[in-house]
């Protein structure tokens, strides 16, 4: 009897043990695979965050790219405006020089070195 309280006790404290390290393992897996699924779930919410941010700011940078685009082409516009109107005030103004020139040489004889009149005589 005494031997088979023995054999009974040792049998249940293997049991014990085994049972326990049955529990432990599959506590273990089962965290394991409670840890993958929010990795998965949380790596999934941040690509769409970030997917969300990205086309804000590509919308963004859209919109200021256009802006910086209308701005150019009004800025160009002008500037093309003021270098024609120099370019008219510069002609306009050597056209006079040449007039009040012509006007001078007309009213003077002419020398035969003189480069304006030799104009006049061709």
């Known amino acids: 009897m005494k031997l088979f309280k023995i054999l009974l006790i040792v049998l249940l404290s293997f049991t014990t043990v085994i049972h326990a390290e049955q529990t432990f393992l599959e506590k273990t897996q089962e965290g394991a695979a409670s840890l993958w699924e929010k990795t998965k779930q949380k790596s999934s919410e ?27 082409k009004v800025t160009g516009a002008k500037v093309w405006s003021s270098v024609k109107e120099a370019g008219q005030a510069v002609t306009s103004k050597t056209k006079q020089g040449i007039e009040k020139l012509k006007e001078s040489t007309q009213h003077k004889e002419c020398e035969e070195d003189s480069a304006l009149c030799f104009a006049d005589k061709e």
């Open 46 to 72: 941040v690509a769409d965050q970030v997917s969300e941010k990205s086309i804000v700011l590509r919308e963004k940078a859209g919109e200021s790219g256009s802006e910086v685009a209308e701005k150019a």
